[in-house]
Every structure is written in C-alpha cells, then in structure tokens.
C-alpha cells in the first residue's frame, strides 16, 4: 500500500483538508482517513449555513462532519465565523429592512452599527459555545484586507457599518466564549503580496496593541504552477511571526493554470505538466518543513481532483490541483510531498 500523507509528516504539522459532509462516507471516506489528521467544512460551517435565518441555528451538516471526525480521531478546525460572502442578508438590514449601508442619518448609523454588532455577538458566540469542546482552531474573520479599497480595508458590509470594530468583537467574543485554549485566526488570501500583507501586518498589530486576542494569521494559499515564489510566502510568515503569532495554511491547491491563461489539458493531463506540478509541491512542502517552527497546520482546499471550486470559475478547463487524482489516486506530486529525495 501506499504510505499515509499524515503519518509523514507527523514530526512537523498536522495535515488537513476541506469537504462537504457528503464526502463522508464512501471511497472519499477511506481516503481522508487514511491521509488526514484535521479536516474543515468547505462550505458547512459558513455564517449563512449556520444561522440562515436570525435566531435559527442549522447545526445539522456541520454536526456530521463533527461526528465523522471525532469517529475517526481527526480534528476539525473551523472555518469561518465572519465573512463578506455566503453570510444572510438579514445581518445588513435595519429594523425598517433597509440595507443599513444606505443610511445617511448619523444617529441612525449609530443604532445600526449597534445593532449589528449585537448580531455579530450572538452569532461569534452561540457557535463557539457550541463547538468550543471540539474545535480548538478558529477562522474568526476570513477576507477582511483589500488594498484596493479605502484604507485597505475591504469595503465590506461589516466594514461600512461598523468600520473595524466588527474584528475586534469578534475576536473578544470568541474568546469570552471559548476560552483560552482555543486558537484564534485571521484568514486571507494573497497574503504573499507586499501590499496586502503589509496591510494586514499593521491591522494586526493595532490589534494586538489593543489587546484583541488574535493568536495567528492563515494563509489561503490558493496558488498556481508559476505563482506565486514559494519564498515570498515564507517571507509573509516569518513577518507574523515576529509579532509572535501562530501561521498555518488554511486553503492550499494548485491550479494548472496561469491566472487568465485558456490552454485546457482536457481530462489526459500531460506526464510532463503533472511532473512539474510534483517539483513545485515538493518545492513548498520541503520550505515548509523548514519552518515548522512557525508553521503548525496545512489544509488542502479539498483533497481529490474530483472535487475542487477551481472548477466552479467561469473558465471552463480541466483543474487538478491536489495529490489526488480523480480516481483518488497518488499523483506525481503525492510522491513529491511524501517521499521528495
Ligand atoms: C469556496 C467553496 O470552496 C465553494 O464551494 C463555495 O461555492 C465558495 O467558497 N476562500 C475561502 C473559502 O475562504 O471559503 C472559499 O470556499 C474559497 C476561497
């Protein structure tokens, strides 16, 4: 047989990966559980999966993955408790139903702000509750920086209405709540690039200041074959971890693709494409194991190539980004991460 990706690499972080609770039985089911040590919800345990409606609380999927996991002694981590995506609209509106980004009067923009923040509580603090006996690793805020927008900040619903107060009470919150053995993170993608990882290096810091309990950043790490150097992820990391916070990588895949660029492999990817996807993996996993001191987890954004929200995106083309194939096969690159000489 083929050796476990996890039992590999137990002398230097836990192995993870995303799925929805559907993919918990089966053929998907031996994989996992022969290969991972930490599993997260793709999309289960998102703001408008857990609370659609205010005040009712949809615990069922993200109790299956919970159960499936605990079954076969594999942490989950949490993924995410605010975001600007997948999050119910009633959250945004006042107690007319208007978008309270649309309010002028500044009195009322303080009763809105209020009142989100209140939801926002509830919300950050009936889930921690819930979980906070089974998860020890937290999304508390995912996509909160865009250097693009006004101050660098993403100019984001929760951000509109309450500027960046909504951050800190959610991290204030989830600690209330989960006390002080959980592990408390702020997610982003891109966060390889100097401006946006300067932004979110500030951002934190005031936090900290401020005595926000933040105790890591995760890095997305959707990245592809030519983008971005493994160095200038290591860079990003060792900066967060100067302020002595905690980094993981949160979504890892690798799309064939260069951003924009059409050429489809089709279904018969070539043995040379997958042999140069094997060098970059192996390429990152080994800068990984170099930092393991500053590195403690590693979360594929799924775990087959038969499953992955790059293929979601407009452009129609064959994505394989994982260690996987379709058949649940190791690739190149599973060889590469496992057995890189
Ligand atoms: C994606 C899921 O994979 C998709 O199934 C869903 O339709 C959209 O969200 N960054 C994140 C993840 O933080 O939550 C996203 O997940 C991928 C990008």
Known sequence: GIPSLYEAYSGYFPIGAAIEPFQTSGLKANLLKKHVNWLVAENAMKPV???PTEGIFNWTQ?????????????????????????????????????????????????VNKKLLLERLDTHVRTIVSRYKGDIKSWDVVNEVIEPADPGGMRASEWYKVTGTEFIETSFRVAREAGGPDIKLYINDYGTDDVAKRDRLYELVKEM???????????????????????SSIIESM?????????????????????????????????????????????????????HKDIISGVVFWGIADDHTWLSTFPITRTEAPFLFDKQLHAKPAFWAVVDPA
């Open 208 to 230: 900290l200041d401020k005595g926000v309990p933040i105790d890591g950043v995760g890095h997305q790490t959707h990245i592809n074959m030519n983008w971005p150097p493994v």
């Open 62 to 110: 993200a109790d299956q993955l919970v159960e499936f996991a605990k079954a076969n002694n594999i942490e989950v981590r949490f993924h995410t408790l605010v975001w600007h995506s997948q999050v119910g609209d009633w959250f945004f509106k006042d107690n007319e139903g208007k978008p309270m980004v649309d309010e002028t009067d500044e009195a009322k923009r303080e």
């Open 238 to 290: 060792e900066m967060f971890a100067g302020l002595g916070l905690d980094n993981l990588v949160t979504e890892l895949d690798m799309s064939l693709y260069v951003w924009n660029d059409h050429n489809d492999y089709g279904e018969e990817i070539p043995e040379q494409i997958l042999q140069k996807q094997a060098d970059r993996y192996r390429e990152l996993f080994e800068a990984f194991k170099a």
């Open 49 to 51: 999966s857990l609370q």
